[in-house]
């Protein structure tokens, strides 16, 4: 199985890439359009700032090449927020393979702090991703901003209010935690996806 992470100027591709290796995956880290279209699954990971990235994804035409993907495309964290229509960080028009909002949390009282960073549960999972998952599993948070709950929501975490811990629609999924840092609960969301 070819499995590709998306390079591009976003943080967390080399803890993606030892999470896939400790799997027994070799990754290709590639923005290689050819070597992308032939991968049987992409990931497309992100720590980062929206504007400013996807100002690098229309320069280099990986914008384009994204949404017309066919294969499965697991987005992590800002790769998630990417994917939406529209960004609050910078206001900023987005992928829009999922019509989503992406918007900034708003902290209403002292002990919600932001960003939101650190373990919490995901619920009301619908998704293959999270096949064999029998009741609430902790998953590693770190972000300022949530996409709202919508038709497209795959998981749901609580934090301030409620929102979409994970997205799901045709061959694109996404989690707004990190898998890769979320310890064997990640890890069973990854070999999930490398089974679809």
Known sequence: MEV?????????????????????IEATITADKDLLL???KIIFPGVGEAETTMN?????????LI???????LGICLG??????????GDVDCLGIFDAEVK???????????????????TRTNSRLFEDFTHEEYVYFVHSYYVPLCE????TTDYIHPFSAALHKD????????????????????KNFLNL
């Not at 949404?67 to 495309?73: E, F, G, K, T």
């Not at 900034?104 to 939101?116: A, L, T, Y």
């Not at 061959?171 to 990854?190: C, M, V, W």
Request: with cysteine.
């Open 4 to 24: 590709a992470i998306i390079k591009y100027n976003a943080g967390n591709i080399r803890s993606v890439d030892y999470a896939l290796r400790r799997l027994g």
């Open 38 to 40: 032939r991968a049987d």
């Open 56 to 64: 690098f994804l229309q320069k280099d035409g990986l914008d384009n």
């Open 67 to 73: 949404r017309s993907l066919r294969q499965p495309v």
């Open 80 to 89: 998630m927020q990417l994917m939406c229509k529209h960004s609050e960080e």
């Open 104 to 122: 900034r949390f708003i902290s209403h009282r002292h002990e919600d702090k932001v960003p939101h960073m650190g373990w919490n549960t995901i």
């Open 152 to 155: 497209y929501t795959a998981a």
């Open 171 to 190: 061959n694109f999924y996404a989690t707004q935690f990190h898998p890769e840092k979320s310890g064997s609960t990640g890890e069973r969301i990854l």
